[in-house]
């Protein structure tokens, strides 16, 4: 099973991006569905990968209500946009999160279990300055099954023309994890060990993982988008010092197709 949630994250982000994209409609509804592929480590650090297709269904309802980039949910506050150069959200939802299956790399993983997939509370806040846009989301795993622990990220991004069809969007970010999230991707409990190829390893929490990433978007028709991502990630901290950590870089690809209605 691949660790899809950062597919759907890009899906969802490149398919509302791309609703700017093009002349503006009135109403209260925008649905675009889109399917796609992602290509990324089973979880970071890991040098296996798997490319699993990702159907999409993002909802908008009167820009305030939401299925799609955080799950199911919406904004408890949103700053109007008529009369504003700078946007600024505050958003509530609920999401899945990112498991790992030792059967999906069984020669590396054998006696470390499975982090079941399950749900998460998001919380996040968006909004423009000057040309950037910036998100910093908060996300609570809820099955103690799953990796039950508090992980963030903050990006910034700035985007452009660069062609007369051709929007790119490119920014850094940076992730960081508390101690039960750690333990869940990156540690090695006594029993783990006694199981499995690794000694026992307690990581602390602390920045995790930082990157870059780049989305592209071009127009095949007025409904039609086509979008693309690359993303670069270089694990640091205890995470990079993890047994479990083959790669300390590594990159993701994503491409996707959608229909606007």
């Not at 398919?15 to 109403?27: N, R, S």
């Not at 910036?134 to 991004?157: C, P, Q, T, V």
């Not at 006694?194 to 602390?206: A, N």
């Amino acid at each position: 099973m691949m660790n899809t949630n950062k597919g759907i994250y890009f899906l969802a982000s490149a398919c509302m991006a791309a609703t700017g994209f093009a002349q503006e409609e009135e109403g209260d509804w925008k649905v675009i569905i889109g399917a796609g592929v992602f290509i990324e480590p089973i979880t970071p650090g890991l040098s296996e990968t798997e490319a699993d297709p990702l159907p999409y269904i993002n909802i908008q309802y009167k820009n305030r209500f939401f299925i799609g980039k955080h799950g199911i949910g919406g904004y408890v506050y949103k700053m109007p946009d008529e009369g504003h150069d700078e946007g600024f959200g505050v958003g509530l939802a609920v999401g899945m999160a990112d498991g790992r299956k030792e059967d999906d790399y069984s020669s590396f993983l054998k006696g470390m279990g499975d982090i079941d997939e399950g749900l998460e509370a998001n919380l996040f806040f968006s909004g423009e300055v000057g040309f950037a846009e910036y998100e910093w989301s908060f996300s609570k795993g809820l099955d103690s099954k799953g990796h039950d622990g508090l992980h963030s990220e903050l990006s910034i991004s700035v985007g452009a023309p660069v062609m007369k069809n051709l929007f790119l969007e490119v920014g850094p970010f940076i992730h960081w994890s508390d101690s039960n999230y750690m333990q869940s991707f990156y540690g090695v409990t006594d029993v783990q060990a006694s199981l499995s190829q690794f000694d026992e390893y307690t990581p602390g929490s602390g920045i995790d993982r930082v990157g870059l990433e780049m989305i592209g978007r071009t127009r095949l028709t007025d409904r039609w988008l086509l979008m693309g991502m690359v993303e670069y990630n270089s694990l640091l901290g205890d995470a990079k010092d993890s047994p479990l950590s083959e790669d300390n870089s590594y990159v993701s690809f994503g491409l996707a197709i959608g229909y606007e209605f």
